[in-house]
């Protein structure tokens, strides 16, 4: 099966920078990559589909502009949340489907806005 | 509005016993379902999944139910064990685009020694 890396899985960073997440896919090439959030005590939401060779698809209320999504290659994704603010502090995962339609998760990344 | 809802945040079991974590859907087109279990900051991993031409799939200690008419879905996890301790999140998603996952909140499941 997939093994997805994610990277860093934690990182604080000031209010008005700007944070880069890498989503690695380690042994399956993968077309297509999602984006998940998790608040606090809540589930995990979707905000994006990251397409290889193309733009993300957003899920509706999702800033595209903020939440900038890059799919270079078959093996890795990128968010960088833009100009963080401290209500963008969350838990970020990405996440692969391979063909059989089980869908493997990165670690995730803590992403703590001060 | 969501659409995959698990109304008990945490649940507590004795090493041994019987656990039973509960998830409810409302969008009747759904018909994959799947139970991931999380440990603090680490991402979920896969546990069990159901389709809806199946009512029952079974994979050792792990059971998932799917009652279609009440759009529920149940995972049995016996006998339980105190590694089992995790946070357990139901999802589900539509027809061919099995891609796009709803997930519910996650019941935090706490087996006793």
């Known amino acids: 099966g997939a093994v997805v890396s994610q990277h860093p899985s934690w990182v604080i960073c000031k209010s008005g920078t700007s944070v880069k997440i890498e989503c690695r896919s380690l042994?399956?090439?993968?077309?297509?990559m999602f984006w998940y959030r998790q608040f606090p005590k809540q589930s995990l939401m979707l905000m994006a589909t990251s397409n290889e060779g193309s733009k993300a698809t957003y899920e509706q209320g999702v800033e595209k502009d903020k939440f900038l999504i890059n799919h270079a290659s078959l093996t890795l994704s990128t968010l960088t949340v833009t100009s963080a603010h401290p209500e963008d502090s969350s838990f970020y995962i990405c996440s692969v489907v391979d063909r059989g339609v089980q869908a493997f998760f990165g670690q995730g990344t803590r992403l703590t806005v001060v | 509005d969501q659409q995959v809802k698990q109304n008990s945040p945490s649940l507590s079991v004795q090493e041994g016993r019987i656990s039973i974590l509960n998830c409810d859907y409302t969008?009747?087109?759904?018909?994959?379902f799947l139970w991931y279990k999380k440990y603090p900051a680490e991402g979920p991993t896969f546990l069990i999944s159901?389709?809806?031409?199946?009512d029952k799939n079974e994979d050792g200690r792990f059971t998932v139910f799917l009652n279609k008419s009440a759009k529920h879905l149940s995972l049995h996890i016996v006998p339980s064990q105190p590694g089992d301790s995790a946070v357990y999140f139901c999802a589900a998603s539509a027809g061919r685009n099995f891609n796009k996952f709803y997930f519910g909140s996650g019941t935090k499941l706490n087996v006793k020694p």
């Open positions: 969008n009747s087109m759904f018909d994959y």
């Open positions: 042994d399956f090439q993968a077309t297509t």
């Open positions: 159901i389709s809806s031409i199946k």
